[in-house]
């Protein structure tokens, strides 16, 4: 008997109606549920997120060491230069840039309120390195 049934990650934010738009548009969703502190977002796929309001958040300092990264959305994407031109359009930035050559390229990025989230080709077997 499985008593979890389902879950989301959710991203503490001082503004989730803001950040609630640059993930809609970066994940094409069409499902948004607002509610006083929390936003949750639905992609077509299924992909579920929630936006919970802290006033007091602050943004982890990922790829730097001085904070933890805490907790990171990865994406897979075909074409790394348009989801690039695309989060960048969006108010997303490049927090890390590395050779995206070749069937896994990854790319790192942080979202309008400074969560980290990376994107990537293929399927990764690399371990996480730091």
């Known amino acids: 008997m499985t008593l979890v049934t389902a879950g989301m990650v959710v991203l503490d934010c001082a503004e989730p109606e803001k950040l609630a738009e640059f993930y809609k548009e970066l994940l094409g969703a069409e499902d948004v549920d607002a509610h006083v502190n929390r936003v ?26 001085e904070n933890s990264l805490q907790a990171h959305l990865e994406f897979v994407v075909d074409d790394l230069d348009a989801v690039e031109r695309l989060i960048v359009g969006l108010g997303g930035r490049p927090v ?19 969560h980290s989230f990376t994107v990537r080709r293929g399927t990764s077997t690399a371990p996480k390195q730091g």
């Open 96 to 114: 890390e840039t590395g050779d995206a050559s070749g069937p896994t390229g990854e790319r790192g990025y942080a979202d309008p309120a400074g």
């Open 40 to 65: 949750e977002i639905r992609a077509r796929d299924g992909f579920r997120l929630a936006l919970r309001r802290d006033v007091n958040a602050t943004a982890p300092s990922w790829p730097r060491p």
